[in-house]
């Protein structure tokens, strides 16, 4: 079992950036896979990002590619989830779940068993 924990939301102009942390908790945090979802108001929890127990696979929505970047440091049991040239559209809570699979490998979308309480992200037009 795992406990995660996120910080590092808040509000941004458009164009800004925010680096989100997902803390997590064990001796076995570095044999699950961790993934970034997010949720805004009214609409559908989506799949944003996941990094694999070992950093081999890094899957994104086409949504954020090129403006996310999702890394591990399995020392210090957290992921993160860099967020650069942020859009309105990006405004949601975001979530981060684990999953565990100490072979490398990663679900790009639901499947999670573990998830913590969500941060939010604001993004000012």
């Known amino acids: 079992q795992v406990q995660l924990v996120e910080s590092g939301g808040g509000l941004v102009q458009t164009g800004g950036s925010l680096r989100l942390s997902c803390a997590g908790s064990g001796r076995t945090f570095r044999y699950y896979a961790i993934a970034w979802f997010r949720q805004a108001p009214g609409k559908d929890r989506e799949f944003v990002a996941a990094?694999?127990?070992?950093?081999?696979?890094?899957p994104y929505a086409d949504s954020v590619k090129g403006r996310f970047t999702i890394s591990r440091d399995n020392a210090k049991n957290t992921v993160y989830l860099q967020m650069n040239s942020l859009k309105p559209e990006d405004t949601a809570v975001y979530y981060c779940?684990?999953?565990?699979?100490?072979?490398?490998?990663?679900?790009?979308?639901?499947?999670?068993?573990?998830w913590g309480q969500g941060t939010q992200v604001t993004v000012s037009s």
């Open positions: 990094i694999s127990s070992r950093g081999g696979s890094t």
């Open positions: 779940a684990a999953d565990y699979r100490p072979a490398d490998t990663v679900i790009p979308g639901n499947g999670y068993e573990y």
